[in-house]
């Protein structure tokens, strides 16, 4: 099995969960989804009932927080406090929220460090928004997946059944706040491979990136 380090960053809706859990499994790898640990703290903040802008608050909120990842791609999975919040985490609420949390700079410092933690003892693919920048620079492969807006839009709008200008909106709104905090939206060097999944259906992608994980591309 893949003893390295794969790692994906893309904006919301670019397929990157899809993919890099097939990634994984097609690996014999393990899986972290890194934007599922940004939205169970986020989940943690509106339980508590503060602010997520209240970056003091959020902070006190953090330090009470115990998570827990799975890593198997056949069934990853977040537990918060011992609570399994799978489908929690995915609400409108924290979807709105999470950009704020994931914002204060000591959230990201704590989220940084369990993520390089799980990362250390390599067989993984790890996805997020600064996976291939700050997590994992020297992953052996790094990529970049993009799609155009209305592809993404309307895969999301498939998963929530809204509707596709709404959800648009809604995501450029996120992206906008996200690439305040991490660059996402282009390739950060050379080194990382851009694959477009607009045209490309999730097989496509899935292969080209076991090609390049072979190639040590
Ligand atoms: O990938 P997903 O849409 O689940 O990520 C949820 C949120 O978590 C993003 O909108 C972003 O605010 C935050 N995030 C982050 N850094 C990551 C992954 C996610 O700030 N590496």
């Known amino acids: 099995p893949f003893t390295g380090v794969v790692a994906v960053d893309g904006p919301s809706g670019s397929g990157k969960s899809t993919v890099s859990r ?3 499994a097609a690996l014999g790898a393990r899986y972290l989804d890194t934007g599922a640990m940004y939205r169970a703290v986020t989940l943690a903040v509106l339980r508590a009932g503060v602010d997520p802008s209240d970056t003091d608050g959020v902070l006190s909120v953090l330090y009470g927080v115990d998570l827990q990842m799975g890593t198997d791609p056949a069934q990853p999975g977040v537990r918060l406090n011992g609570e399994s919040v799978d489908r929690q985490i995915r609400t409108e ?3 709105g929220a999470v950009s704020a949390v994931s914002s204060v ?3 990201r410092t704590v989220m940084i460090a369990q993520q390089r933690a799980i990362a250390a003892t ?5 996805e997020g928004r600064d996976i291939t920048t700050v997590v994992a620079p020297d992953a052996d492969v790094r990529v970049l997946l993009t799609a155009s807006a209305a592809a993404r839009a309307a895969r999301r709008g498939g998963e929530t059944g809204t509707n596709a200008a709404e959800q648009q909106r809604a995501m450029r709104r996120r992206d906008e706040l996200d690439s305040r905090t991490s660059s996402f939206l282009s390739a950060a060097d050379e080194g990382v491979l851009v694959l477009d999944s607009t045209e490309l259906g999730i097989d496509e992608v899935v292969d080209q ?3 390049a994980v072979h190639v040590g591309a």
């Open 105 to 107: 700079p000591g959230v």
């Open 93 to 95: 609420q924290v979807t």
């Open 209 to 211: 990136l076991v090609h």
């Open 122 to 126: 390599g067989g993984i693919v790890i």
């Open 22 to 24: 097939r990634l994984a």
